[in-house]
């Protein structure tokens, strides 16, 4: 009976003081984090297929929300063009227990999501507007939305916030550059000569005979450049996620908008040319910008950009590179965590 009694005070102890810390953080308790009853995704675990209107027509497109808190959600942009919400499942180990609600997203023509053989569909405009449709069905307001991209979905989402960042809370761009033509600078002048000279060599001539088909391309991006400046780990030690979402890549959008090139974008390809490096200092909310000093990105021009955005702050990771969240996660996800609870608390 005496232990009992002891079980129950420390009980009591307890719960005041998870009550304490969750008005002292403002972050709901892990009993509200997991609470889905008076969700309407409830049955479905999280998961909604919503509705996006195009001029093609009707589609849908796959979401999953993780947590449930109603003043911190961040919408996840996977990168490709055409990869996956798998990019992100490394985020389940760190985010719920800090009380953060993350949605994953698998954009239009990605693999969890409707996949029209429409190759009008692939521009940076639509899919602007796609996001916005995701943030209606999804009731995101500017008191609870953040925006998170990484490369790709770091286009992306400096497209949405330049169009509707009245709609933000916050902003993250992750391993993106805000010009293409400056990355592929970086590309061909900077990373490519790290190569042995012969390799470059090689990869420069299949690329001018247009040879994208001829297997030594594969073979010598991945030996000489994936595993030093995409996920900064020996191949056989990928993350099946990461494997996962190469494996889903829907070539039909990646090739419309990037090309078959890995140190440009191809001629005729949708995203030729882009280039944000004059707009974005119009770019008035919080964010969040992160390089990484082994990216296929320049870290100096990212760091730059995080100085033409009025109210951004800058995130490097010492040994991470482009899919920072897998090799360099002890500092990447404390700075994420960070800044969007400094956003939150108003201290950013």
Same mark, same amino acid.
């Given at each position: 009976?005496?232990?009992?009694?002891?079980?129950?005070?420390?009980?009591?102890?307890?719960?005041?003081?998870?009550?304490?810390?969750?008005?002292?953080?403002?972050?709901?308790?892990?009993?509200?984090?997991?609470?889905?009853?008076?969700?309407?995704?409830? $049955?479905?675990? /999280?998961?909604?297929?919503?509705?996006?209107?195009?001029?093609?027509? &009707?589609?849908?497109?796959?979401? *999953?929300? %993780?947590?449930?808190?109603?003043?911190?959600?961040?919408?996840?942009?996977?990168?490709?063009?055409?990869?996956?919400?798998?990019?992100?499942?490394?985020?389940?180990?760190?985010?719920?227990?800090?009380?953060?609600?993350?949605?994953?997203?698998?954009?239009?023509?990605?693999?969890?999501?409707?996949?029209?053989?429409?190759?009008?569909?692939?521009?940076?405009?639509?899919?602007?507007?796609?996001?916005?449709?995701?943030?209606?069905?999804?009731?995101?307001?500017?008191?609870?939305?953040?925006?998170?991209?990484?490369?790709?979905?770091?286009?992306?989402?400096?497209?949405?916030?330049?169009?509707?960042?009245? $709609?933000?809370? /916050?902003?993250?761009?992750?391993?993106?550059?805000?010009?293409?033509? &400056?990355?592929?600078?970086?590309? *061909?002048? %900077?990373?490519?000569?790290?190569?042995?000279?012969?390799?470059?060599?090689?990869?420069?001539?299949?690329?001018?005979?247009?040879?994208?088909?001829?297997?030594?391309?594969?073979?010598?991006?991945?030996?000489?450049?994936?595993?030093?400046?995409?996920?900064?780990?020996?191949?056989?030690?990928?993350?099946?996620?990461?494997?996962?979402?190469?494996?889903?890549?829907?070539?039909?959008?990646?090739?419309?908008?990037?090309?078959?090139?890995?140190?440009?974008?191809?001629?005729?390809?949708?995203?030729?040319?882009?280039?944000?490096?004059?707009?974005?200092?119009?770019?008035?909310?919080?964010?969040?910008?992160?390089?990484?000093?082994?990216?296929?990105?320049?870290?100096?021009?990212?760091?730059?950009?995080?100085?033409?955005?009025?109210?951004?702050?800058?995130?490097?990771?010492?040994?991470?590179?482009?899919?920072?969240?897998?090799?360099?996660?002890?500092?990447?996800?404390?700075?994420?965590?960070?800044?969007?609870?400094?956003?939150?608390?108003?201290?950013?």
């Amino acid at each position: 009976m005496k232990h009992l009694k002891l079980w129950s005070f420390f009980l009591f102890i307890g719960l005041i003081s998870c009550s304490r810390n969750d008005k002292e953080t403002g972050q709901p308790g892990p009993g509200k984090y997991f609470e889905f009853s008076d969700l309407s995704d409830k $049955k479905q675990g /999280g998961v909604r297929m919503i509705p996006i209107s195009t001029l093609s027509g &009707e589609f849908k497109v796959w979401t *999953k929300r %993780v947590g449930n808190n109603p003043k911190i959600k961040v919408l996840l942009l996977h990168g490709g063009p055409g990869m996956t919400h798998e990019l992100y499942t490394s985020f389940d180990g760190y985010l719920p227990q800090e009380g953060i609600e993350y949605i994953y997203y698998d954009q239009l023509g990605s693999y969890y999501s409707d996949q029209p053989k429409d190759s009008t569909l692939w521009t940076v405009d639509r899919f602007v507007d796609e996001v916005e449709q995701v943030r209606l069905a999804l009731d995101l307001t500017p008191d609870n939305f953040y925006l998170y991209g990484q490369s790709w979905g770091g286009m992306l989402a400096m497209e949405y916030a330049l169009k509707h960042q009245d $709609k933000l809370k /916050g902003l993250i761009i992750s391993n993106m550059m805000a010009s293409l033509p &400056e990355y592929e600078k970086y590309a *061909k002048g %900077v990373l490519g000569p790290q190569m042995p000279p012969e390799v470059f060599k090689e990869l420069m001539e299949i690329e001018e005979n247009n040879d994208f088909d001829n297997p030594r391309y594969a073979e010598l991006l991945m030996e000489h450049h994936y595993q030093y400046h995409v996920l900064r780990k020996p191949l056989a030690e990928w993350p099946e996620a990461f494997n996962r979402t190469l494996k889903h890549l829907n070539p039909d959008v990646y090739v419309r908008m990037q090309g078959y090139s890995e140190f440009g974008i191809t001629p005729g390809a949708t995203l030729k040319g882009w280039d944000r490096s004059e707009d974005i200092s119009k770019i008035t909310v919080p964010t969040l910008v992160v390089g990484s000093a082994h990216d296929t990105m320049d870290p100096k021009y990212m760091e730059w950009m995080s100085t033409e955005i009025p109210n951004a702050r800058y995130l490097f990771c010492p040994d991470g590179s482009h899919v920072v969240q897998y090799d360099n996660p002890e500092v990447f996800f404390p700075g994420l965590i960070q800044f969007l609870k400094d956003v939150d608390s108003g201290s950013f």
